[in-house]
């Protein structure tokens, strides 16, 4: 069985990732993209589903781990009742074949280490040819071949490799598993302890560029680490997560595919990345939502494949149990071909906010801003699948609707700036005011008090947090400080709040329930400091905060009852989430929020 999901640490080398358990065991790696099938997909299922175990035999008094300051080098350090060993985990940036090395070194004593290792191609499914090198192996099925370095002697036992060596003080022995097209030579290895100096230099240098000068600056720092791994270096892509179908409740089905860039996430990531000095990663991410949006306006996807990819077939791989049998396990996402409003006042957004913070140029004369502007005419008053991508029927989501009036503000400001067509201003004020007025007459329920999931409903929705936020309505607004207390009050559990009410007659179509959404917890903390509860916000974070495992990273979801996370790990939104709050509580008028809000031309309320 895998480990629990907090049990695992991130390596990676901006192209792929790969999930490294506290027991030493590898239990999910992609190559040679982190949206390619797995290899080792024991995380979803089994050993048998491919894994690379590298860990003492026998007794463990003690493990305990730390990524290496300022980098993405793991080490976890096992204590035994005969001496203690570590392992560090890599896998270096800047090659096109992704390489995993582990080196493991002895600290005191002797120890009796093991590794054993499952290659199985295609998500588990597929056993590969396996021949030795003398000192290793090539392992090669269809297009995917492996080869491995091995510093100790190797034994194949059934459809699996294992081996078994003693460490002594001041010993080392190095392993390293590189990816590559069957159809060539296999690489030639790389020594590890070089690729290891390269790896901690690569990753020092990219923090060294980090001009974030608020609160909680180490925290900050490990969550750019992790939005820079989940990042496809050769596009600017940043995928959502590291992996697909970690269930968001344990046995359910609940469970879908993040390895994919969402347009959702622009104005949220280029935040992050503006507040913190990383103003390439910025551009590059302009730059792929530009690509991305290509076309026709009328045929733009909410997700795309991390090289562009629009067909993202949802499909069930029936061969793998899922994770503590949560099933099915999907690949794919039918969510890409949902009509979601929202997106079109992201995007617009996006574009406000690269050109506020220094990336004007990327934006000026731009069609694809234009082009957006008319098709999201023609669309504003349909019902949409919403923000949460339900299986359920479209409805008025009055987030969506909030979202389209954040996409003709933003065009008005864009205008004014000489950034877009200047002759529709006025058609788009118009509908700007008109939005405005419907939501505030739709989506408001008296009888509730506050705002709701989606015109006429009685249900709330925790994506209404973003209305202070985005411009919408001001802060001391009495209905904006109404509907985040309703949102405390209802959809909070012990403190950690889901994104909406799930059951028998919710809005999204699917059986069962999830847990506490992170990001929608953060998006609580900076209502809450907006409207003047500093204490209770920073309070909220700092609960937040303490939610990372020990390596600093989380998931989507944490169930408060079972106290464990819950859904795909590492979630990108969580890390950004972290990172706005943090600058939130801690840089006032320079806040992501802060700035965000300002980018609107608020309307007096209506």
């Not at 499914?125 to 091995?150: C, F, H, K, N």
Request: with cysteine.
């Amino acid at each position: 069985m895998a480990g629990l999901i907090e049990d695992y640490a991130l390596i990676g080398d901006t192209r792929t990732v790969a999930l490294v358990c506290s027991d030493g065991s590898i239990d999910w790696f992609c190559a040679p993209r982190i949206d390619s099938g797995a290899c080792f997909a024991a995380l979803l299922g089994t050993p048998e589903h491919g894994r690379w175990l590298i860990s003492p035999v026998g007794e463990v008094t003690s493990v305990t781990r730390r990524y290496e300051p300022e980098t993405l080098v793991l080490e976890t350090t096992w204590v035994t009742p005969t001496g203690s060993v570590t392992v560090s985990d890599f896998m270096p940036p800047g090659h096109d074949q992704p390489t995993i090395h582990r080196i493991v070194e002895c600290n005191g004593g002797t120890v009796e280490m093991q590794t054993e290792l499952l290659v199985r191609f295609d998500y588990g499914s597929i056993v590969p040819w396996v021949e030795s090198t003398g000192d290793g192996l090539r392992m090669v099925a269809g297009p995917d071949g492996l080869r491995l370095r091995s510093g100790v002697p190797l034994e194949g036992r059934g459809q699996s490799t294992v081996a078994n060596w003693v460490v002594e003080q001041g010993n080392r022995r190095s392993f390293s598993l590189t990816w590559y097209d069957s159809s060539t030579n296999p690489p030639y290895p790389l020594d590890s302890l070089a690729a290891r100096e390269q790896t901690r230099r690569w990753w020092t240098d990219w923090v060294g560029r980090c001009t974030y000068e608020g609160g909680w600056r180490d925290d900050v720092v490990r969550s750019l680490i992790t939005l820079k791994a989940l990042t496809y270096a050769p596009t600017g892509a940043v995928c959502a997560a590291a992996t697909t179908s970690l269930p968001e409740g344990i046995g359910g089905v609940r469970n879908w595919d993040y390895r994919y860039s969402w347009l959702r996430d622009a104005t949220m990531t280029l935040q992050a990345f503006l507040v913190s000095g990383y103003m390439g990663e910025a551009a590059e991410w302009g730059r792929w939502l530009r690509r991305a949006v290509a076309g026709n306006p009328g045929d733009f996807q909410i997700m795309y494949g991390v090289r562009g990819k629009r067909r993202l077939t949802e499909l069930e791989l029936d061969w793998l149990p899922g994770y503590e049998n949560s099933a099915p396990v999907r690949i794919g996402n039918e969510a890409s071909t949902q009509f979601q409003l929202d997106v079109f006042g992201e995007l617009m957004d996006s574009v406000l906010t690269a050109a506020r913070g220094g990336l004007r140029r990327e934006n000026t004369d731009d069609p694809v801003g234009d082009a957006l502007m008319t098709q999201l005419e023609k669309v504003w008053d349909q019902p949409d699948d919403g923000i949460w991508e339900v299986r359920g029927p479209q409805r008025h989501f009055t987030h969506s609707k909030v979202m389209a009036w954040v996409a003709f503000d933003r065009a008005v400001r864009l205008s004014d700036e000489g950034l877009l067509d200047t002759t529709r201003v006025k058609r788009w004020s118009e509908l700007r005011d008109t939005i405005h007025n419907e939501v505030c007459e739709k989506g408001w329920n008296a009888e509730v008090g506050a705002f709701t999931q989606y015109y006429g409903a009685t249900t709330l929705d925790a994506s209404l947090l973003l209305m202070c936020s985005v411009g919408f309505l001001p802060a001391d607004d009495p209905r904006i400080i109404a509907t985040v207390d309703a949102i405390q009050r209802e959809l909070t559990v012990d403190g950690f709040v889901k994104r909406y009410q799930t059951g028998p007659d919710n809005a999204d179509g699917l059986p069962g329930h999830e847990g506490a959404f992170l990001l929608t917890t953060f998006w609580l903390a900076d209502a809450l400091a907006f409207i003047g509860r500093t204490d209770e916000a920073e309070a909220l974070f700092e609960r937040l905060r303490a939610l990372r495992n020990d390596v600093g990273l989380l998931s989507e979801e944490y169930d408060p009852d079972a106290k464990r996370m819950l859904g795909n790990f590492p979630q990108a939104f969580s890390h950004i989430g972290l990172i706005h709050t943090a600058a939130n509580l801690s840089l006032a008028e320079a806040s992501p929020c802060a700035e965000r809000a300002d980018n609107a031309v608020r309307p007096t309320p209506g």
